[in-house]
């Protein structure tokens, strides 16, 4: 009697138990699941908050793009306004300072290499290689690439 009356208590006290026990798994499922919403939320907010930032860049993008349509747009009314020749003379700035540069440029490298060819004793290959530079090959770079390439892509922005 008495080994049926403590296991009366045992089972009692297990069954008992086991819906406190599935309550609290029950909690845990729940708390990671919420978990797992809130983290999905707030990857949701991220990208959306991304979204608009992207939204705000095209947007400041596209007032600068139009704003500098303006602005060519009144440059060439003023340039019309003021005759032909403000205009002609106007759409030379470009090429005359770039020819400038260019002249300068080249009269400086001049005189560089025949300063070199008068103080030193080398042939004149090692005088050249000497005296041409990267930054030279930058700057010639940085001449053809705006008069070259830069035409292209005026071409293509207007085709397009």
């Known amino acids: 009697m008495l080994e049926a009356s403590l296991l009366g208590s045992l089972l009692g006290g297990i069954f008992r ?11 845990k499922n729940e708390r990671e699941h919420e978990l797992k919403m809130l983290q999905a939320e707030m990857d949701f907010a991220k990208i959306k908050g991304e ?14 793009v139009e704003a500098m349509g303006i602005a060519l747009a009144e440059q060439g009314e ?3 306004a003021a005759g032909w020749f403000v205009a002609a003379l106007s759409a030379l700035v470009r090429p005359i300072v770039t020819y400038w540069f260019v002249i300068l440029y080249s009269a400086v490298k001049i005189a560089v290499i ?9 042939n004149w290959k090692e005088v050249l290689i000497n005296t041409w530079s990267s930054d030279d090959m930058a700057m010639l770079m940085l001449v053809l690439t705006f008069w070259f390439v830069g035409r292209v892509w005026e071409r293509n922005q207007r085709a397009g």
Do not use: N, Y
């Open 114 to 122: 025949c300063e070199a060819f008068a103080t030193s004793d080398s």
């Open 78 to 80: 003023t340039a019309r």
């Open 51 to 64: 979204i608009e930032m992207h939204k705000v860049d095209t947007q400041a993008l596209a007032g600068e």
């Open 17 to 27: 138990i086991i819906p406190e026990f599935l309550k609290w798994i029950d909690k």
